[in-house]
């Protein structure tokens, strides 16, 4: 493989797994802030992608972009109100909701399972204009994704550090002490899955528009696609404040998309790209528990030979 092979490689790997970044702090926001496993995010993903993609068709790609972080609150404030209001757990409210977005997407989509946005304009097309006749012209979507995910980023930084994100913070850890400091744990909750689910949809919309098409499986596995990435990046901030965890799992994603690329550069059949992602999910978990355990096995290891000695 040439050089330049290598680097249009690794700047691919460099946008979308900067664009999935952004799922991937919307987790978390929810799993590791709010401590809330929100099962909604593949089909919010796609909801976020659809919407945006029928805004950019209808001619207004700016307006896409707040539109397809609307319906992605609107996709949290449901499932926040089935967990808050009607007492479903929250598992199951987010498997519920991820299913009824299916109907909710091919609806969004106009009843096909596929828009072309081949000859739309979106807000890579705009970008690319502004920055035609500059050393970034060609990496207009790289550009537009460091943009996205910086000021996401930044956003999560400085809410968390207010009193509402302090609550959501202070629900996560302990929703019995938030409810006796008179501090509704229902809002905080909702809040928290509405900006999470907004950032999600962000995610898809970008994607969509990065791909000019969308289908109604573009978000199938992303759950498990941040999740990864999110214990990926955990693994080197696990102990760090909140600016180095965030930005740990963006370098999560990044990670993630970069061994995702490996192994289809390895011509790795498409079928088996499920299980890799599979495989480096369990790695990911696994790796902080067997690190914590090795002292324990080595100890084991030097028992045994100490006895195989004493008998020879």
């Known amino acids: 493989m040439s050089l330049s092979s ?17 799922t991937v702090l919307a987790l978390f926001l929810s799993y590791s ?17 659809a919407v945006g ?12 972009i707040p539109a397809a972080m609307a319906a992605g609150m609107t996709s949290g404030f449901v499932t926040a109100l089935l967990q ?8 199951l409210s987010g498997i519920a909701v991820n299913t009824a977005l299916y109907s909710v997407n091919i609806a969004v989509m106009g009843q096909s399972s596929l828009l072309n946005l081949n000859k739309t304009e ?14 970034l012209h060609g990496q207009y979507r790289l550009v537009a994704a460091v943009l996205a995910v910086g000021a996401v980023w930044l956003f999560l ?3 968390l550090r207010t009193r509402l994100g302090l609550a959501i913070r202070a629900t996560g850890n302990n929703p019995d002490m938030v409810r006796s400091s008179s501090i509704n744990p229902a809002l905080t909750t909702t809040v928290g899955l509405c900006i999470s689910n907004s950032f999600t949809a962000l995610s898809g919309c970008l994607l969509a528009q990065s791909q000019k ?3 109604i ?12 990435s999110l214990l990926i990046g955990g693994v080197f901030t696990a102990r760090g404040k909140i600016p180095l965890r965030a930005a740990g799992a963006v370098l999560g994603a990044v990670i993630f998309r970069l061994v995702y690329t490996l192994a289809l550069r390895l011509d790795m059949p498409a079928f088996m790209l499920k299980l890799v992602s599979s495989v480096i999910v369990v790695a990911a978990i696994s790796a902080p528990y067997l690190r914590a355990r090795a002292p324990l096995y080595k100890r084991r290891r030097e028992l045994k030979k100490r006895k195989g000695e004493e008998k020879c």
Request: proline letters at 1%; one cysteine or more.
């Open 6 to 22: 290598a680097m249009s490689l690794i700047q691919t790997a460099l946008e979308l797994g900067l664009i999935s970044a952004l």
């Open 33 to 49: 802030m709010l401590n809330v496993c929100d099962l909604s995010t593949d089909g919010c993903f796609t909801l976020g992608a």
């Open 53 to 64: 993609a029928v805004v950019a068709l209808a001619g207004h790609p700016l307006l896409s």
């Open 84 to 91: 808050t209001k009607m007492g479903v757990n929250s598992l």
């Open 122 to 135: 979106t807000v890579f097309t705009l970008l690319r204009d502004k920055l035609s006749g500059t050393v």
């Open 157 to 159: 930084v400085l809410f």
């Open 213 to 215: 098409s969308v289908n």
């Open 217 to 228: 499986d573009i978000g199938s596995g992303m759950v498990t696609v941040a999740l990864a």
